[in-house]
């Protein structure tokens, strides 16, 4: 490589990305199925599938298949060498062909690739790609659904505090906040597993017509998507879809959708997790550079970073909808690198979301603490709708809000200001003021959410 102007030496170039500045994906399932490896791989058996396909419908002989199935591996390939090839043509499909074709050897290599085009091979690459990783991702949203199953039936009645705008609302229960995180991850899952079946092969040629196939002798051409769709176990497309990009768009909403559900179970428990707070805790927590006694909540910060990037990266697919023509310039081009950074982010985050909810620790005798932070003021809603029918509503209304004054000021539980006043003095002011004994039908609820399967 002839050296800049400078005389500073380029670094040579390295298709290896080991995630050195994504801790979130790094090291993950998701991470070697996302790999240029892996995408090597599904470009090989997207070919090879291909060929078979065709063998299977007549189109060329088994020995073809078997031949092309034997040469697609993707230890008799270089890397590097099809990256920087792939800058004259736009895509590394192209030097992929002619390395393959070569492997299978002159009397089957003109069965390689026959009537497709780059974006057959790429897109239905990508698909499998994807759906590899959906699934690897599945199994981690499982497991983070059934951590929060047992949090929820462990703290059904643990009181705490319920904030609203970041301050004190009224009581509610850990085990109904669990369950609610749990009905998102669900959530989360059910969209994944909708899209993961529905991705589909990729199949037109040239513009989407099938032509070259019916070039080749094919009876019935739209026998073939169905036929490689087999091979694959992907989904048969109604059409080929070069520039009818629902697949890619259905697949940035349930990934961007999965970071933010596995996002907000992040965001709650690095509220909960502070110093002052301390209701809860990760299981292992990291360490600080300089300071030794942090233990940093590293799982949820990962997931949250994750949460904040995959709405900006799902824009970009939603965004290459507006494709041109029968074969777009660009928009499918685009697609490649923030969809494979979705795969990696949301697959690093709900291998997080996994660990977090598996060892998280919930303090119950710290919730107790905060539930009487204010005194018993926590109830002040109860305590307006008990008084109201015994004192009327104007007088119930001018009394809390004098005694809760009295509160603030002077540091009193609110049960032993109220037992001053004579009109109370038959009222379990105890039980009334007791948070714990205010949570509602957060129970019932916690039950009814955890019937969904």
Known sequence: MTPPPSGREVPPADPSDTGLLAPGWAGSPAASATSDTAYLRALLDAEAALTRAQAALGLAPAEAATAVTAAADPDRFEVRSLVERSRTGGNPVIPLVADLTKAVGEEYGPYVHRGATSQDIMDTATMLVASRTLDLVLGDLTRTERALSALATAHRDTAMPGRTLTQHAVPTTFGLKAAGWRSLVLDARNRVRVVRSALPVQLGGAAGTLAAFTAYDAEDALALPDAYARELGLAAPLLPWHTLRTPIADLAGCLAFAAGA????????????????????????????????????????????????????????????????????????????????????????????????????????????????????????????????????????????????????????????????PELKDLDLSELTDPARYTGSAGALTDRALERR
Do not use: F
Not at 267 to 280: K, P
Not at 305 to 332: C, F, I, K, M, T
Not at 366 to 395: N, Y
């Open 262 to 421: 596995l996002g907000k179970v992040a965001a709650d428990v690095l509220v909960l997790c502070r110093t002052e707070i301390a209701e809860v805790s990760e299981g292992s927590g990291g360490g600080s550079s300089a300071m030794p006694h942090k233990a940093n909540p590293v799982r949820s910060t990962l997931i949250a970073a994750a949460a904040r990037r995959a709405p900006q990266l799902a824009a970009v697919l939603y965004g290459s909808l507006v494709a041109e023509d029968e074969r777009p310039a660009g928009a499918w081009h685009a697609e490649w690198e923030p969809l494979r950074e979705l795969l990696r982010l949301v697959g690093g985050a709900a291998r997080d979301a996994a660990e977090l909810t598996e060892g998280l620790r919930v303090h119950p005798d710290v919730m107790r603490q905060h539930l009487d932070l204010t005194h018993g003021l926590i109830v002040s809603e109860r305590l307006s709708a008990e008084l109201a029918p015994l004192l009327g509503r104007a007088r119930a209304k001018e009394l809390l809000t004098e005694v809760a004054r009295r509160t603030y000021a002077e540091g009193r539980p609110l049960a032993e200001l109220l037992a001053g006043e």
